[in-house]
Structures are given as structure tokens and as C-alpha cells.
């Protein structure tokens, strides 16, 4: 059974990679189960967010286990040792954004948005308010979305 597991997370990894890049996107770590890509804000449009979110949605429909995934706009520092080939994104925004994928786990929800993204995405994409929420570690209340 693990090795059937191991396959099909594999599998969705070869995928939303390719997703990813094919919107200008890097994968900057595999984390588990998890993957934690980034735009450089210059390759973020709304219009290539919104295209990766689609083409997401259809990878996600058809894979077994069900990913989930998050978007978040948030300016990060980039550090490590680029000779080691170790790249570490930094900053608040990226905890954040680990916060908002345990909240759509929480809420056995498979796509999210913070208010940041839907704002960004607004006309591009369409997204449905689930309501405020506090997120460990954030002073204030903020809204999540799904797509």
C-alpha cells in the first residue's frame, strides 16, 4: 500500500510541477506531501495566477489521493546557500501561507484563496468568501476564500 501512495503523490508531484512551470512558476521545496512554490512578482500576473489556478483545478480533479492547495500574495526574502543549491523562501507571508493550508484542511476544504489573492485575482478568477478566521500566530481575524 505505501509504495501504491508513494506512486500516486509522485505523481500529482510531477504534475503540479509541471503546472507550475508552465505558468512561470518555481518549485522552490518538496515538503512531505507538500509542495511550496512561488512567482516572482514581475512573472505574478493575475491573468498567469489565474491560469495555473485552472489548470490546478483540473490536475486535482483526477488525482487520487485529492491534493489541496493555497494562493497567497506576499512579499518573502529569499535566502540560503545558492551553492549548495539550498534556496529557503522567508518572511511572514510564507507563514501565513502555511497557516491558510491548515485552515482549508480544517475546513476539508481542497482549494483556498487569502484576501490578498482574491483581491488580486478579482475578474480573473471567481471565488466564494468563507468567512474570517484566526490564524495562530496573526493578531487579526482574516477572510479566507475558495475557488
Given at each position: 500500500?505505501?509504495?501504491?501512495?508513494?506512486?500516486?503523490?509522485?505523481?500529482?508531484?510531477?504534475?503540479?510541477?509541471?503546472i507550475i512551470e508552465e505558468h512561470d512558476g518555481t518549485v522552490n521545496k518538496y515538503l512531505g506531501d507538500g509542495i511550496l512554490a512561488y512567482w516572482h512578482e514581475s512573472d505574478a500576473t493575475p491573468e498567469?495566477?489565474?491560469?495555473?489556478?485552472e489548470a490546478l483545478k483540473k490536475a486535482q480533479a483526477l488525482a487520487e489521493p485529492r491534493?489541496?492547495?493555497?494562493?497567497?500574495?506576499?512579499?518573502v526574502a529569499i535566502g540560503g546557500v545558492a551553492s549548495l543549491g539550498e534556496e529557503s523562501l522567508i518572511g511572514i507571508e510564507v507563514n501565513f501561507a502555511f497557516r491558510?493550508?491548515?485552515?482549508?484542511?480544517?475546513l476539508g476544504e481542497a482549494r483556498g484563496l487569502s484576501d490578498t489573492a482574491s483581491s488580486k485575482l478579482e475578474g480573473f478568477i471567481s471565488s466564494r468568501r468563507l468567512g474570517d478566521f484566526e490564524l495562530k500566530g496573526f493578531v487579526r481575524k482574516r477572510a479566507f476564500f475558495v475557488v
Open positions: 500500500m505505501s509504495e501504491r501512495l508513494a506512486a500516486l503523490v509522485g505523481g500529482w508531484f510531477a504534475t503540479c510541477k509541471k498567469g495566477i489565474a491560469a495555473t489556478i491534493f489541496r492547495f493555497i494562493v497567497h500574495f506576499g512579499l491558510l493550508e491548515k485552515l482549508a484542511a480544517s
